[in-house]
């Protein structure tokens, strides 16, 4: 091309003709090619796109055309869809598009047009009755007519256009309706994607007839309210509760609930709710800040998970003490004593404990000399007195 073009470069002075005919009938494509990238008079383009049968040609001819008639001939007469497809991009013509995307009978052609029409009433009829579900998406992101689009989300049998038509809808009670109502489950993501209606959102969040476990936590989500996170957080539920698959779910849907909640009241609701979710108590309880609740819990919960969980977010050194000193669970024992500064109080764990191994560790977290000594002559456990001699051998105490 490098050597070719700066020779039809001269001949362009001489004679556009002598180029034309290099384009219709040179045996080599890059020459053809060459010659009509030089080509300017729109007569001479004119002919060589009517009169050529090689396509590459007559496309890059298309693409210099300016003439509206020969265009639009083209459109409508030519038997190459591609080359009718290219020359629907250079037309403004809307009434021409509008006829070509409602009546033509070539698809690709059909889309071409689509894809330049402006006219919304001929792109509701295209977008509502067109045969070819990707010529009805085309006309379904150009149009703008919200009572077409609701037809469209509720009717249209492809899956696809529905869902384009709901990306497009405001209407909040029209996408809640497809959210709870539509088969697949893309439209209906499609369609709580576009709800702000908190009371909507937290309607299908809690819909237990829904099977779809996806649509619910997409909906939870988009949740913002508090009070009805809360309450989806201690009520909701499935169907099947029966069915060790769906419980875990629905746990998740609860935990997701709990992960947006950010008051304080409304997640102590949540941890003193007696829910029977485990795992949804803990995540609460988590994020919980208030010592008195999380006190309470410690003590007083039927689930050791949950009193586990309480007892790691505890601070309040008395309660710690009581709970590692006279709990029976030693696996609570142990994560109270953990942790457990105060001194005093692991002096208590260290004497009262019921379990050894606990009374140890309080021992080795133990530095006040005074209570240690005291350990040492009172404990009824040998191996705590040695244990606290060590201790303060090791503190150099003695």
Same mark, same amino acid.
């Given at each position: 091309?490098?050597?070719?073009?700066? *020779?039809?470069?001269?001949?362009?002075?001489?004679?556009?003709?002598?180029?034309?005919?290099?384009?219709?009938?040179?045996?080599?494509?890059?020459?053809?090619?060459?010659?009509?990238?030089?080509?300017?008079?729109?007569?001479?383009?004119?002919?060589?796109?009517?009169?050529?049968?090689?396509?590459?040609?007559?496309?890059? &001819?298309?693409?210099?055309?300016?003439?509206?008639?020969?265009?639009?001939?083209?459109?409508?007469?030519?038997?190459? /869809?591609?080359?009718?497809?290219?020359?629907?991009?250079?037309?403004?013509?809307?009434?021409?598009?509008?006829?070509?995307?409602?009546?033509?009978?070539?698809?690709?052609?059909?889309?071409?047009?689509?894809?330049?029409?402006?006219?919304?009433?001929?792109?509701?009829?295209?977008?509502?009755?067109?045969?070819?579900?990707?010529?009805?998406?085309?006309?379904?992101? *150009?149009?703008?007519?919200?009572?077409?689009?609701?037809?469209?989300?509720?009717?249209?049998?492809?899956?696809?256009?529905?869902?384009?038509?709901?990306?497009?809808?405001?209407?909040?009670? /029209?996408?809640?309706?497809?959210?709870?109502?539509?088969?697949?489950?893309?439209?209906?993501?499609?369609?709580?994607?576009?709800?702000?209606?908190?009371?909507?959102?937290?309607?299908?969040?809690?819909?237990?007839?829904?099977?779809?476990?996806?649509?619910?936590?997409?909906?939870?989500?988009?949740?913002?309210?508090?009070?009805?996170?809360?309450?989806?957080?201690?009520?909701?539920?499935?169907?099947?509760?029966?069915?060790?698959?769906?419980?875990?779910?629905?746990?998740?849907?609860?935990?997701?609930?709990?992960?947006?909640?950010?008051?304080?009241?409304?997640?102590?609701? &949540?941890?003193?709710?007696?829910?029977?979710?485990?795992?949804?108590?803990?995540?609460?309880?988590?994020?919980?800040?208030?010592?008195?609740?999380?006190?309470? &819990?410690?003590?007083?919960?039927?689930?050791?998970?949950?009193?586990?969980?309480?007892?790691?977010?505890?601070?309040?050194?008395?309660?710690?003490? *009581?709970?590692?000193?006279?709990?029976?669970?030693?696996?609570?024992?142990?994560?109270?004593?953990?942790?457990?500064?105060?001194?005093?109080?692991?002096?208590?764990?260290?004497?009262?404990?019921?379990?050894?191994?606990?009374?140890?560790?309080? &021992?080795?977290?133990?530095?006040?000399?005074?209570?240690?000594?005291?350990?040492?002559?009172?404990?009824?456990?040998?191996?705590?007195?040695?244990?606290?001699?060590?201790?303060?051998?090791?503190?150099?105490?003695?």
């Amino acid at each position: 091309m490098g050597i070719i073009r700066p *020779k039809l470069a001269n001949i362009h002075k001489h004679s556009q003709t002598f180029l034309s005919n290099i384009a219709l009938n040179d045996k080599n494509p890059s020459l053809r090619l060459a010659s009509v990238a030089e080509i300017m008079d729109q007569q001479l383009l004119a002919r060589v796109v009517l009169e050529s049968i090689h396509r590459d040609v007559r496309i890059a &001819v298309v693409k210099k055309l300016l003439d509206n008639q020969i265009l639009t001939r083209l459109v409508l007469e030519d038997k190459d /869809t591609i080359v009718r497809s290219e020359a629907i991009e250079k037309l403004e013509n809307q009434q021409l598009l509008a006829r070509v995307a409602s009546e033509d009978k070539n698809i690709d052609v059909r889309f071409a047009a689509v894809k330049k029409l402006e006219d919304q009433q001929t792109l509701a009829k295209v977008a509502l009755n067109d045969e070819s579900g990707a010529i009805r998406m085309k006309a379904v992101d *150009k149009l703008e007519d919200p009572t077409v689009l609701t037809k469209i989300a509720f009717e249209d049998e492809n899956l696809i256009v529905r869902k384009a038509a709901v990306e497009k809808l405001e209407d909040q009670q /029209t996408l809640t309706k497809v959210a709870l109502e539509d088969k697949e489950t893309d439209v209906r993501l499609a369609a709580v994607n576009k709800l702000e209606d908190q009371q909507a959102l937290a309607n299908i969040a809690m819909n237990f007839h829904d099977a779809n476990l996806t649509i619910r936590m997409a909906a939870v989500v988009k949740l913002q309210d508090q009070h009805l996170l809360a309450k989806i957080a201690l009520e909701a539920h499935a169907l099947d509760l029966g069915s060790y698959a769906t419980y875990q779910a629905t746990s998740h849907l609860r935990r997701q609930a709990v992960a947006k909640l950010e008051d304080q009241q409304l997640l102590s609701k &949540v941890v003193l709710g007696g829910s029977y979710y485990t795992l949804v108590c803990k995540a609460a309880i988590e994020k919980l800040e208030d010592q008195q609740i999380l006190a309470k &819990v410690a003590i007083e919960d039927k689930e050791i998970e949950v009193r586990r969980a309480a007892v790691k977010k505890l601070e309040d050194q008395q309660t710690l003490a *009581k709970i590692a000193s006279e709990d029976e669970n030693s696996f609570l024992c142990f994560d109270a004593v953990e942790r457990l500064k105060d001194q005093e109080g692991l002096a208590k764990v260290a004497l009262e404990s019921r379990y050894g191994r606990i009374r140890e560790v309080a &021992v080795y977290k133990l530095k006040d000399k005074k209570l240690l000594i005291k350990i040492a002559s009172d404990s009824k456990d040998e191996d705590v007195r040695k244990e606290a001699l060590n201790k303060l051998k090791y503190l150099n105490y003695l």
